[in-house]
């Protein structure tokens, strides 16, 4: 499995960004794909997970109402759509996919097997 992440960058308070992650290697069908994040000194933490079989999503309290997760079975594509960022969402932030053996709360928490290399997201105050 391949995961490939792209979309961070530089943004104002309150600004918007959409972060991919583009899959290949394997079919999807019964995987679940997250996005997790990590700021300098902080643990790593699971923004948002979707089930690719029938979409279900699950968000972080941290992020819910600002960010919503979706999903091209086409393309194998999953995405983040962020907005009202503020400085707090500042990390590097990774996408992981792994057979959802669990709910996704739980894959949310503990992490995925298989993981992309990062896109740093930066929100200036």
């Known amino acids: 499995v391949q995961l490939q992440a792209s979309g961070g960058g530089l943004v104002q308070a309150g600004g918007s960004l959409r972060l991919s992650c583009a899959a290949s290697?394997?079919?999807?069908?019964?995987?679940?794909i997250g996005w997790f994040r990590q700021a300098p000194e902080k643990e790593r933490e699971g923004v948002s997970c979707i089930s690719v079989m029938d979409g279900s999503t699950y968000y972080a309290d941290s992020v819910k109402g600002r960010f919503t997760i979706s999903r091209d079975n086409a393309k194998k594509t999953v995405y983040l759509q962020m907005n009202s960022l503020k400085p707090e969402d500042t990390a590097v932030y990774y996408c992981?996919?792994?057979?959802?053996?669990?709910?996704?709360?739980?894959?949310?928490?503990?992490?995925?097997?298989?993981w992309g290399k990062g896109t740093l997201v930066t929100v200036s105050s």
């Open positions: 290697g394997v079919s999807l069908d019964y995987y679940a």
């Open positions: 992981a996919t792994d057979i959802a053996r669990y709910d996704l709360p739980t894959m949310c928490y503990y992490g995925m097997d298989y």
